[in-house]
């Protein structure tokens, strides 16, 4: 479990912190980057500006434009890194924004490649994209680019523009953990300390209700407090999207934001209509379950998260988590193993919670380095889960970038979550294959649906559907404040818990506040499209497909060689059709059942 109280970033010990030396040595060779980029890219444009019509020209281009983008994807990643592990440190967040300034400017001036380039016919695109599956990659995105391309003047201005435009998000990770100041609560004379990281690690997932209970009121008061300037710094982000759809020729911004996923309209809108219709009966069903083993009066929001079996939760420590993620990756072999271990032993995570950490995790891949991940590590099975989750994006994009140059390394967010996902699956398998017994299955399968499926398939979910009713209000020219989006997200939370949940115990309409992923475009869907690949790809394992490992590493490889359909297809998933995601409910449908099923054992 977290320590109540969070120590400063200073005081962690460094051994549990990552180790950004993979990227730069040291400050000195961080600074000698940058200047070394300014100067290719003077170059660059010396050499290059005017010039790219033909193929040969065009090649080397890329060829030069490839190296300047993994500068700048080194210079990003170093600047990046330190200021998610504390938001607090005024010179971190100095370095951050003049890197992000650095990179609009530069943004601005290789922007020619992109006009120049989609100027060009397709007869001589294709020569190009004849090169490697990386020079396909990159002429695909150019093409379709061009269908919303502007004025090569605007593009320019727009990139120079990008650290402003992309203000909301950076004052919203201020606001929640540099500013917020959540305070204390009492529970039968004790006092307890709280903060967004506290209860979004540990106080919601609590085994004692009332404490629970007691830390989601305070946790619901602070927001409160801030719901108005939260609710204006996103309206501003949903404006600036509506306004790039609207220059970029699109009737609605759902169809910009889905344009760079390269997956129609139809699918998002099957995603967030089947699993609120179809998957809602399921988790309504388990909540339910849930109230009634736990003894509990109701079950309010707060309480979706609680275990099962609270006085069933196996102690996990990290000095047991490299033997148990080892163990959980066997089906894909002892070579993927052995790519997965270096984050043990070089340091490419950071386990400690401390103030100022921003909540959640992730993971990143400086290109042509080693992944880095960030989370809070409790010792707790969702902590392994969370762990284990990140090092799935950790083995794609050492695969992919093994694979592909930095032109075609990144796949589409379509599909993204897949690996991630897979992932947990594998290791719930581990889970249950190692121990029979009726009461830790019922514990393993419980982490599944609220590890696995809650986190990716409802509360993500639930994200997309509230987006989708705010973007219809933008596109219809309307606009919202506070109360508006408080309305719209409790009529979302309702629609799917219907009368399973309580939901007029605190204010769980603020929800809204509480995710990044509202600033990241239609994001949020993409965890539950991910997981219907990644669970068509497990039970294709689970039924011994001896083809299913093979094809799933054989996915790991793609990068952005393919579209997500087509990489979709790699990994024996067709989702085209409705089939895998109907699959997947069903997979959850039948665990639910077993796990009502073991409760009448235990």
Avoid at 21 to 43: G, H, M, P, R, V
Avoid at 263 to 270: G, L, N, T
Avoid at 444 to 461: E, G, K, M, P
């Amino acid at each position: 479990m977290l320590t109540m109280s969070l120590p400063t970033r200073a005081a962690v010990p460094t051994a549990d912190t990552w180790d950004l030396s993979a990227i730069f040595k040291d400050e000195f060779e961080f600074e000698q980057t940058i200047k070394a980029t300014k100067e290719l890219i003077q170059d660059f444009q010396r050499i290059y500006q005017g010039r790219l019509t033909q193929v040969p020209v065009i090649l080397d281009a890329l060829d030069d434009y490839a190296h300047i983008l993994e500068n700048e994807n080194h210079l990003s990643c170093y600047a990046s890194f330190p200021v998610s592990t504390d938001v607090t440190d005024s010179q971190l967040t100095a370095t951050i924004h003049r890197v992000d300034n650095l990179l609009a400017t530069w943004e601005s001036q290789l922007h020619f490649v992109q006009a120049e380039l989609s100027a060009l016919d397709d007869a001589v695109l294709d020569q190009v994209a004849a090169k490697s599956v990386d020079h396909a990659a990159f002429i695909r995105h150019i093409k379709q680019s061009r269908k919303q391309a502007l004025a090569p003047a605007v593009e320019e201005a727009l990139a120079k523009l990008e650290p402003v435009l992309d203000a909301p998000e950076a004052i919203r990770s201020q606001s929640v953990f540099a500013d917020m100041d959540f305070g204390e609560f009492e529970v039968d004379g004790k006092t307890y300390p709280l903060s967004f990281t506290l209860y979004e690690e540990e106080y919601q997932k609590h085994p004692d209700v009332t404490i629970r209970r007691a830390a989601y009121l305070k946790f619901c008061q602070t927001l409160a407090k801030y719901q108005n300037t939260m609710a204006a710094g996103y309206l501003a982000q949903v404006t600036k999207e509506k306004t790039l759809a609207t220059m970029r020729g699109y009737d609605s911004v759902i169809d910009y934001l889905l344009a760079e996923q390269e997956v129609p309209r139809a699918m998002f809108e099957r995603q967030v209509n089947t699993i609120m219709h179809d998957l809602a009966p399921v988790m309504r069903r388990y909540v339910t379950h849930l109230k009634q083993t736990l003894h509990l009066d109701r079950i309010t929001y707060t309480d979706l998260q609680a275990d099962l079996d609270p006085t069933f939760s196996p102690k996990v420590t990290r000095a047991d988590a490299p033997h148990m993620i080892h163990e959980a990756l066997k089906p894909l072999g002892p070579d993927y193993q052995a790519r997965i271990a270096p984050a043990f032993t070089d340091r490419w995570v950071d386990f400690p919670g401390n103030v100022g950490k921003e909540s959640g995790a992730f993971a990143e891949c400086p290109y042509g380095t080693h992944p880095y991940v960030l989370m809070s590590w409790a010792d707790t099975l969702p902590s392994l889960y969370t762990l284990i989750h990140e090092l799935g994006h950790c083995g794609q994009m050492t695969l992919a970038d093994e694979h592909h140059s930095i032109l075609g390394h990144e796949p589409s967010w379509y599909i993204v979550e897949a690996p991630s996902t897979f992932h947990e699956l594998l290791l719930t398998k581990s889970l249950l294959e190692k121990d029979s017994d009726a009461r830790f299955e019922r514990f393993a399968l419980s982490r599944l649906l609220n590890d696995t499926y809650f986190h990716n398939c409802v509360t993500h979910l639930l994200e997309a559907a509230f987006q989708s009713k705010v973007y219809a209000l933008i596109d219809d020219g309307e606009s919202f404040d506070a109360a508006k989006l408080n309305e719209l997200k409790l009529g979302v939370l309702k629609e799917f818990w219907g009368d399973s949940v309580d939901l007029d115990f605190g204010q769980p309409e603020l929800t809204w506040m509480r995710q990044s992923h509202y600033y990241m475009g239609l994001y949020s869907y993409t965890y539950s499209a991910s997981l219907v690949v990644s669970t068509g790809a497990f039970l294709r394992l689970q039924a011994g497909d001896p083809n299913a490992a093979s094809d799933w590493l054989k996915f790991l490889t793609l990068g952005d060689s393919l579209t997500p359909i087509q990489e979709a297809q790699v990994a024996g998933v067709d989702i085209t059709t409705a089939k895998p995601l109907h699959e997947m409910i069903n997979f959850l449908d039948q665990s639910e059942q077993r796990i009502e099923a073991l409760s009448q054992q235990i």
